[in-house]
């Protein structure tokens, strides 16, 4: 067994051990998906995506329209969560690389790759604030369950490839280029630099993931709400 296997497997095994009882049933299932995936870096992204399901509860089916405003204050909460946790993570690294441009005299690749990084970073903080999620007004079920609908397909559309390269695109290029830049500078650290850009480069999978299982989620979503409404005016038409 490959090193990249053996760690891909002791993370599934983690993810099992300190999931939630709702959620270990699930684990036990994608830690067995990593025996049939061939490639060692593919089961390597597939158990570290795993790890998203020690970080969320178990999700309940909505059972009635009733539970549908329950539903959108919670999905307003994740959302402005997010919010503030991708704003905190852009000013973070915006304000890093802003005060190494100008208190450190580095290489012009270098000093190019730390004025990318930050506007990715303010980029990113920027796509964050327009992901939080619209508030969903009172009133008739079904209104409330439409526009509950409407949300979650707008958050469903922010999940996509596209949207995860224009969003990160930025600041993943800021990285390289200062990575280069720094060899360029100092090339004794160039294993240093290679390294940051592979953790980058694994995040950016890990993220992608992640993106695929939430637009899963706000399918199923989605789908239960669309029962639930069809059966509402169904019983409204009779």
């Known amino acids: 067994m490959t090193a990249l296997r053996s760690l891909a497997v ?24 990593v025996a049939f995936i ?112 409407a949300e979650l397909d707008r958050q469903r559309g922010f999940l996509t490839l596209r949207r995860l390269c224009v969003e990160i695109g930025p600041l993943i290029a800021g990285v390289c280029v200062f990575c280069a830049g720094q060899t360029l500078a100092y090339p004794k650290t160039a294993r240093s630099a290679l390294w940051s850009m592979s953790i980058m480069l694994i995040c950016s999978l890990i993220a992608g993931v992640g993106y695929r299982f939430g637009a899963a989620g706000y399918q199923r979503r989605i789908e239960e709400l669309d029962v639930l409404i069809d059966g509402a005016r169904g019983d409204n038409a009779s």
Do not use: N
């Open 38 to 149: 061939e490639s060692d870096w593919a089961a390597l992204v597939w158990a570290t995506g795993s790890l998203r399901i020690l970080f969320r509860g178990a999700r309940m089916p909505l059972a009635s329209l009733a539970e549908v405003p329950c539903a959108a204050r919670q999905l307003a909460r994740k959302t402005h969560a997010a919010m503030l946790l991708g704003s905190a993570i852009a000013l973070f690294e915006a304000a890093t690389f802003s005060y190494y441009l100008v208190v450190f005299h580095s290489h012009p690749v270098q000093s190019a790759g730390s004025v990318l990084t930050a506007a990715g970073a303010l980029w990113f903080g920027y796509r964050s604030i327009v992901r939080r999620a619209r508030k969903v007004p009172c009133g008739d079920r079904l209104l409330v369950a439409a526009a509950y609908r």
């Open 10 to 33: 002791r993370i599934s095994r983690a993810v099992v051990r300190w999931s939630s009882p709702g959620r270990r049933e699930w684990a036990e299932g994608l830690k067995r998906e």
